[in-house]
């Protein structure tokens, strides 16, 4: 397989070899539209290079000189010649990374080409303003010469004749590099090849891939470009366009231009630029030919597409395509209406949505009875769906994490990456809806507002104006994505909800997903939420967080504290009846859907008084001293409490805290049942490390269920399982299977257990391992297949030996995962259980990986 290919050549290579922009633009050539001719150094040669410690081999060099032989050829151009061969050389990786690598413009220029193009064209303002734009892009990007430097440069020399210009800049470049600026245009398309190669590996680029979970491994391919001047003359211009709005999703072009510009003015937002819609009046023409255009590009392609152009001197030439990147509202919007319109199966539209993005939805928007009374500073416009409120930032590197703020900048560069995921939404004075800005934003699900043209930021970055109100660094805004409004002080939130399109879209999700979709689930209200959702029942209720509520956490207190068995009955025998009323509650919002309940897990610790004045009211209810009281606390205090005293092994210690809750459970049950309620109940042993444990555990509970059957006359089906969350249990879950009713796999302690990381230290060092790409993803967000995984796998085999149709299901925090959803429908699961509020995401998720399964994939 070569390393470099002309497009005509490259027919049936797929992304991963040409990069995703350099395979869109040789399928566009094929299909016979206005395409500059070109060539493509591949992801190949990517890899190549730096395992040839970062230098092209001869035959890489060869291959590059003998495809610029062959593009002079097609388009009957030559570098160096009477009439020059220009080019632009640009990054394309096989997955979409905007702005996270370089693009350099107008290579081909020297002292002699830069004279034959103004005798070909006879504009020399033209040619001279292009190579003088080539020599500063070339600089900062080939050789990292700050551009400030060239910026200060032109500003002392903007009264002088170009020429003086010139080489005013070339004097620069050799004071800053050592080296004479290279006047070979082939030498320059190979350094500029090489930048872009490294470019792949600069900390932006290394940052974005990890925020969006991309391989390093990709690589990117480097497209070498006829160049063609969107700012060749008051005919030309360049532009972006959506197919349809990015923001909202519906079906009309979506767009900006700029006449007289290359394309770098508007992705950067150095100019903002007029709607598409203005060229209608301006050029009818090559307005028309694009709409053609675009139109046939989204039927190829079957997805929305984001469309960059060239307008030279009066013709129009598409340097891009590729499938948009828009808000979570849009993304279902445009797949169900595409649907709809005939374009798409049902399958591709499913496949077509970012699950990613799809919590993005759940933000909700502003209170509009409260967006009253707040002050209206001032609009931009909506450029990333979303509401956010927080405090104001004017620089990337301030913003830490888990701060709530809006970031605000005169324009976001690449180098914001890092802060851009951090802040809650985003504000930029210059840009349209198609800038750097707007279009991370919108991959990252963040609210943005770009082209507040009223805001003027202070030198100091301390404050900003905006029509004449001063707003400091730490003041709370408000930002409206949906229409570009920007307030004062902060707005509530109201929550979203799933209506219209979204639950349309649900409802084709179901038709398709094998996996039972669950939730977690402990409170009444959160069963509401999880039902509204589409969950299909609780696959966790977590005891203990009812325990925290204010009312009953002196009555847990109580129990810990105690120093006999009577004592500690006193207090159960008070929680059993609140307990009681929890389950009751929550079996009444079930209407009969499976739910089940983890007996106790956490550590005493959790519960008992952290501060001196809860440890006298602690005294005061229970007439002792708070000496006695905090002597208690210490000799329960444990070393690594998350290892210790815990789950299963509190019932070893205190038989009657799991009796009380197995009594809680089924006396519920009964009751609802009696009352006319449906009740489907799976009864949970967490942290199980051994049969004995779980053995013992077991037959108590069966007594005390057998007791109250008895007390009732009555009887309830029930399930009796156990968390898999140790190593030792997947090992041994043959024997396990024997005795549970099911598996469900707690993977967040399964992870920190096969680990041996904490997951609420681990965010001190993760991210250090994924830099240095030790680890591919957090393996507390991503189930980690290769070693956590194998566990699952000899679990899931283990016990089905023994018992075929053992119930298996996920409830740790991977439920909600997308990519441990697909690991876990591949494993043929019973079901997933996450958050009520991911529920919509796990149930996409779910409808994608039985697809893809089907398909092969």
């Known amino acids: 397989m070569k390393n470099v290919y002309l497009f005509n050549e490259s027919y049936g290579l797929n992304k991963m070899i040409l990069g995703g922009k350099g395979a869109n633009l040789v399928e566009m050539q094929r299909i016979g539209l206005p395409i500059p001719n070109g060539l493509i150094a591949t992801t190949t040669a990517c890899k190549?290079?730096?395992?040839?410690?970062?230098?092209?081999?001869?035959?890489?060099?060869?291959?590059?000189?003998?495809?610029?032989?062959?593009?002079?050829?097609?388009?009957?151009?030559?570098?160096?010649?009477?009439?020059?061969?220009?080019?632009?050389?640009?990054?394309?990786?096989?997955?979409s990374m905007p702005g996270m690598m370089d693009t350099i413009l107008n290579l081909g220029l020297n002292d002699a080409t830069v004279e034959n193009l103004i005798k070909k064209i006879g504009n020399e303002k033209f040619a001279y303003e292009i190579y003088i734009r080539f020599i500063e892009m070339f600089s900062e990007i080939v050789k990292e010469v700050e551009k400030e430097k060239f910026h200060s440069l032109k500003n002392e020399m903007k009264d002088r004749p170009y020429k003086e210009v010139i080489e005013c800049y070339k004097n620069l470049y050799k004071i800053e590099t050592g080296e004479d600026f290279p006047n070979d245009p082939e030498k320059q398309v190979v350094m500029a090849i090489e930048s872009i190669f490294r470019s792949w590996n600069n900390e932006r680029a290394k940052i974005y891939r990890q925020i969006h979970g991309i391989s390093e491994e990709m690589g990117t391919g480097v497209v070498v470009q006829e160049m063609v001047f969107g700012n060749f003359n008051e005919l030309s211009g360049t532009g972006v366009a959506f197919t349809r709005n990015p923001s909202t999703g519906e079906n009309t072009i979506f767009g900006e231009y700029l006449l007289e510009a290359q394309g770098e003015d508007i992705v950067a937002g150095i100019r903002t630029p007029e709607p598409l819609m203005s060229m209608?009046?301006?050029?009818?023409?090559?307005?028309?030919?694009?709409?053609?255009?675009?139109?046939?590009?989204?039927?190829?392609?079957?997805?929305?597409q984001d469309i960059e152009f060239t307008i030279e001197d009066g013709k129009l030439f598409i340097l891009q395509t590729r499938n948009g990147k828009r808000s979570p509202h849009a993304s279902v919007k445009i797949a169900i209406d595409m649907v709809n319109e005939g374009l798409i199966s049902k399958e591709d539209a499913i496949l077509m949505v970012d699950t990613e993005l799809l919590p993005q939805i759940f933000n909700g928007t502003f209170e509009e009875s409260d967006i009253a009374g707040k002050k209206l500073l001032g609009k931009g416009l909506p450029g990333s769906a979303g509401v956010a409120v927080g405090k104001v930032v004017l620089s990337s590197e301030k913003i830490k994490e888990g701060e709530s703020v809006i970031l605000v900048r005169v324009e976001t560069s690449p180098e914001d990456i890092k802060g851009m995921s951090l802040a809650k939404g985003i504000v930029t004075v210059k840009g349209g809806a198609t800038s750097h800005g707007a279009v991370v934003a919108r991959g990252m699900g963040k609210c943005c507002i770009t082209g507040c043209e009223e805001i003027k930021i202070d030198k100091s970055e301390e404050f900003f104006t905006i029509n004449d109100e001063v707003v400091k660094e730490g003041d709370i805004i408000s930002i409206n994505g949906y229409n570009g409004e920007i307030y004062k002080d902060a707005i509530k939130l109201k929550?979203?909800?799933?209506?219209?399109?979204?639950?349309?879209?649900?409802?084709?999700?179901?038709?398709?997903?094998?996996?039972?979709?669950?939730?977690?689930?402990?409170?009444?209200?959160?069963?509401?939420?999880?039902?509204?959702?589409?969950?299909?029942?609780?696959?966790?209720?977590?005891?203990?967080?009812?325990?925290?509520?204010?009312?009953?956490?002196?009555?847990?207190?109580?129990?810990?504290?105690?120093?006999?068995?009577?004592?500690?009955?006193?207090?159960?025998?008070k929680l059993l009846e609140l307990q009681k009323i929890d389950f009751k509650s929550m079996l009444l919002k079930m209407g009969g859907l499976p739910m089940n309940i983890r007996l106790l897990d956490p550590p005493f610790h959790e519960f008992l008084p952290k501060t001196e004045k809860d440890v006298e009211k602690l005294a005061i209810l229970l007439n002792r001293c708070p000496k006695e009281i905090s002597d208690r606390i210490k000799e329960l205090k444990e070393e690594n409490p998350m290892l210790g005293h815990r789950g299963c092994r509190l019932a070893i210690t205190f038989p009657e805290i799991y009796e009380m809750q197995a009594r809680a459970i089924i006396e519920s049950a009964i009751e609802s049942k009696q009352e006319g309620i449906e009740c489907e109940i799976e009864i949970m042993i967490p942290f199980i490390g051994g049969i004995s444990e779980f053995k013992?555990?077991?037959?108590?509970?069966?007594?005390?269920?057998?007791?109250?059957?008895?007390?009732?006359?009555?009887?309830?089906?029930?399930?009796?399982?156990?968390?898999?969350?140790?190593?030792?249990?997947?090992?041994i879950a043959n024997e396990i299977a024997e005795e549970s009713a099911f598996f469900s796999f707690g993977t967040n302690d399964l992870t920190q257990t096969t680990y041996g990381i904490s997951r609420d230290d681990s965010i001190k060092f993760i991210d250090h391992y994924k830099a240095k790409n030790i680890m591919k993803r957090d393996p507390f967000q991503s189930i980690d297949t290769r070693g956590v995984g194998k566990l699952i796998v000899l679990a899931k085999e283990l016990g089905k030996s023994v018992k075929p149709n053992i119930k298996i299901g996920v409830c740790g925090e991977h439920g909600g995962d997308p990519k441990s959803?697909?690991?876990?429908?591949?494993?043929?699961?019973?079901?997933?259980s996450c958050s009520p509020f991911r529920v919509p995401t796990a149930i996409v998720a779910s409808a994608q990986s039985a697809i893809l399964k089907k398909r092969g994939i």
């Open 280 to 304: 209608k009046d301006q050029l009818p023409n090559i307005y028309d030919e694009f709409i053609r255009i675009a139109n046939v590009l989204e039927k190829h392609y079957g997805d929305m």
């Open 495 to 573: 929550s979203g909800e799933i209506n219209g399109d979204l639950k349309e879209f649900l409802e084709w999700c179901k038709e398709f997903k094998t996996l039972e979709v669950r939730m977690n689930a402990d409170t009444p209200k959160d069963v509401t939420v999880g039902r509204n959702f589409g969950a299909e029942g609780v696959g966790l209720c977590r005891t203990e967080h009812m325990f925290f509520e204010d009312e009953k956490i002196w009555n847990v207190r109580e129990m810990i504290i105690a120093s006999t068995k009577e004592e500690r009955d006193l207090a159960l025998t």
């Open 696 to 731: 013992y555990i077991k037959e108590r509970i069966l007594e005390t269920i057998q007791t109250v059957f008895d007390r009732y006359d009555d009887s309830i089906e029930y399930k009796l399982g156990t968390m898999m969350e140790l190593p030792r249990a997947c090992l």
């Open 48 to 95: 190549n290079y730096f395992k040839n410690e970062n230098i092209l081999t001869d035959e890489m060099l060869k291959e590059i000189s003998e495809g610029i032989k062959n593009l002079e050829i097609q388009t009957g151009k030559t570098f160096a010649g009477e009439n020059p061969l220009l080019v632009s050389v640009r990054s394309g990786a096989p997955v």
């Open 821 to 832: 959803i697909e690991y876990f429908n591949e494993l043929g699961f019973n079901y997933i």
